[in-house]
């Protein structure tokens, strides 16, 4: 599996997101300190991650990271449910420093 961690700036501030491990069989794994929701995590080609985090069942994430051609770059598209379970959508790309 794999183990992203994310750090960087925003708004001046520096930021950390929490670490994620992707076990890629394509079976749920529970999520640490998420109590019930599970992960299911693949790699449908050799640059690309999968997952999704269920809670009863239910889809309550989704995210597919893309790593560039050239390694240079990781694009990160992610959707689901925040804490206050509006839904929201987000766009990121990391740059290799």
Known sequence: GYRMQA???????????????????????????????VAVATRPEPNTIQAEDKLNGRIVGHAQYV?????????????????????FTMRVVFDRA
């Open 7 to 37: 750090e960087g700036e925003c708004d001046g501030r520096k930021v950390a997101e929490q670490p994620a491990l992707f076990i890629l069989d394509g079976q749920e794994h529970p999520v640490p300190n998420a109590p019930g929701v």
């Open 67 to 87: 790593v560039s051609a050239d390694g240079k770059s990781l694009t990160a598209i992610t959707s689901g449910m925040d804490v206050q379970q509006p839904t």
